[in-house]
């Protein structure tokens, strides 16, 4: 979790602690480097208010206080506010065509035509188009507290009755974190949401990306939450099958597969909401769900059910959280956000435990194969964020029935970096962890409701720091532990030539003020950045999906960092329902994951190409 001065206070007592730990570790201080480049400037003049500032740039308020770090609605004559450019209105001129717009521009004609409803290409001298989706064009709205069906029919400019329909909503109960689709695709449409990647899209439906851009007017790989795309022509069915598991509603299904409920019912010929355990249902393919062959890899390649040591030493715990190995927890879920589990030894023990099993995790990992040569000589060093005494975030969310859920950032973090390790493995890089986990490697959760138990036994992967046995060995916030990370990374790297040093920190941010994706966050401090990790930042952008954004900060698990380029990433940003949600699914976990690895091929693949060339 990257934190700054910036942020909104946390509902939750760890966020606010982490925060401040965190800032004693940054010397010295720096702000968050905007990206000056595409960014303008709003100097506040007498009588301003926010409303009128947002109307004048064509954004919302909410926008503005994010983008500027404000509470409330209260600024100050000469105070500067700013703006990413991108979200520009154009101003029509005489002799000015829409699809000249959209060339001069770099906005394909069918999204001009979408985001400012255009039926007929006509418009007129002084006009003001969008350039590109903003959040009320979007496919989804998450509830937030206060907020009831007819102010979000309104904010949206759709109907009570329309809503309802498309979310199979009776009455007008919704509850907080309830996520509403606004909109439905035709069949031969698929609607960018926050987090989709071109490349994704295009695999999911069978086409490559080139036929994608083309088919849409696309000339690069930026696309945007609320898009619409043509997948007219795709050679996969726009349909996969989904069979229901325990706990599962109609309304997660459809959230899950980008669906509105009235989408799914029909599809499927339902004519009511009763759903039961094994049933199968079509849906809309999961982009990144290798179950459907739809994957980065194919499940004949990756075995990952059966990923787990074939020691007896190692028999799996079966429970809805696991597979565990020799313990388990006591809770079967996250119970509150105050609960935890110690360790029952210490963590010299713990360390030995933990070595042997992600031994026998990496003998099973090698007999698979690998899917390709592509990383071989790379050292890549993955740094699960937190773990041990510190969990990161823990925060509250809501079930498909309303229920309270608590989900533990470093909990599931971990899960993620596994599968990027797995992952990395494959592609044949030389892949170390800086933290381990003595009683369990891969997880699933079925039901999804079951979370992740904040168990305080994740060891630094380190023979050294542990055979002290003493308390400060266990992972936890602060200049030494951070230290710790570094130099498991220093010692990983010896023996790799340099440029091929890659070390990745994985998090989950919980931060209302920043937005609703991924976020790579590269060393930059008062007087220096590092230029080699901020483009390799900026590289990894494409995979990641619509939203994601870089930003230059002063981090002390970056700085000083022996890696040729080094990035800290929230994966998701556990400040918005939608995002917490989504953890909580093993496989856009799996997604998470494929998403980064994907970025690092590409960007190693054009790294190689660019060498061939001199």
């Known amino acids: 979790m990257a934190c700054d001065h910036r942020r909104a206070r946390s509902t939750h007592r760890w966020t606010g602690a982490l925060c401040v730990a965190l800032m004693l570790l940054i010397a010295p201080w720096s702000s968050p480097a905007q990206e000056d480049a595409g960014v303008k400037v709003h100097v506040v003049k007498r009588g301003e208010t926010l409303t009128r500032i947002a109307g004048i740039h064509g954004v919302t308020v909410d926008e503005l206080r994010d983008w500027n770090g404000i509470d409330g609605s209260r600024i100050l004559v000469g105070q500067e506010l700013r703006i990413p450019a991108e979200l520009e209105y154009y101003r029509v001129k005489t002799g000015d065509t829409l699809g000249r717009i959209g060339r001069e521009q770099g906005v394909p004609l069918r999204l001009l035509r979408q985001i400012n409803h255009i039926e007929n290409d006509r418009i007129y001298p002084g006009q003001r188009l969008k350039l590109q989706p903003s959040h009320v ?20 400019s759709t109907t009570v009755s329309g809503l309802r329909e498309l979310n199979g909503i009776k009455g007008s109960r919704i509850f907080v974190g309830q996520n509403l689709r606004l909109r439905e695709a035709s069949s031969s449409t698929h609607i960018v949401q926050r987090g989709d990647a071109l490349w994704e899209i295009a695999r999911a439906y069978g086409l490559s990306v080139n036929e994608l851009r083309e088919m849409n007017q696309i000339t690069h790989d930026r696309i945007y939450p609320g898009q619409e ?56 393919p999961l982009l990144g769900d290798e179950s459907t062959g739809m994957g980065l890899l194919s499940p004949e390649e990756i075995p990952w059910a059966t990923l787990v040591p074939a020691s007896t030493r190692f028999r799996p715990i079966e429970v809805s959280t696991g597979p565990y190995y020799g313990t388990r927890p006591k809770a079967t879920t996250q119970p509150h956000d105050e609960y935890n ?77 596994l599968r990027m390790y797995v992952l990395f493995r494959l592609h044949d890089a030389d892949v170390t962890l800086t933290l381990l986990s003595p009683n369990h490697l891969l997880r699933g959760n079925a039901p999804a409701t079951d979370t992740f138990v904040h168990e305080r036994n994740e060891v630094f992967n380190s023979r050294s720091i542990n055979q002290r046995n003493a308390a400060s060995s266990w992972p936890r916030g602060g200049k030494r532990a951070l230290g710790y990370r570094r130099t498991i990374a220093a010692d990983a790297f010896k023996g790799t030539r340099k440029g091929r040093r890659i070390f990745i920190s994985l998090h989950a941010d919980n931060s209302p003020r920043s937005p609703e994706a991924v976020t790579l966050f590269y060393h930059q401090g008062k007087k220096t950045v590092s230029r080699d990790s901020r483009q390799f930042a900026k590289a990894l952008l494409p995979a990641m999906g619509a939203g994601a954004r870089t930003r230059g900060f002063n981090l002390g698990v970056l700085r000083g960092n022996s890696a040729d380029v080094a990035v800290l990433i929230e994966i998701r940003n556990l400040a918005y329902p939608s995002q917490t949600w989504a953890l909580r699914y093993e496989k856009l976990r799996q997604r998470d994951a494929e998403k980064v690895v994907k970025g690092v091929l590409d960007w190693s693949a054009s790294r190689s190409a660019i060498a061939l060339s001199r």
């Open 137 to 156: 064009d979007e496919v989804n709205h998450v509830v937030v507290a206060g907020e009831t069906l007819s102010e979000i029919a309104r904010g949206h």
């Open 229 to 284: 795309l043509r997948i007219r022509g795709a050679r996969r069915p726009t349909l996969a099958n989904y069979s229901v598991r325990r706990g599962d509603t109609l309304g997660e299904i459809a959230q899950l597969h980008q669906m509105s409920v009235r989408e799914l019912k029909k599809v499927n010929e339902l004519r009511n909401d009763r759903i039961y355990p094994g049933q199968g249902l079509k849906v809309r």
């Open 341 to 417: 589990e110690g360790s029952a030894i210490g963590p010299w023990k713990t360390w030995q435990r933990a070595e042997a099993l992600y031994a026998a995790f990496d003998e099973q990992i090698d007999q698979v194969g690998k899917l390709s040569h592509s990383l071989k000589g790379w050292s890549i060093v993955i740094d699960p964020g937190h773990g041990g005494v510190d969990p990161g975030t823990i925060v509250t969310s809501r079930g498909g029935n309303g229920e309270s859920l608590h989900v533990v950032e470093d909990e599931y973090v971990f899960d993620i970096a």
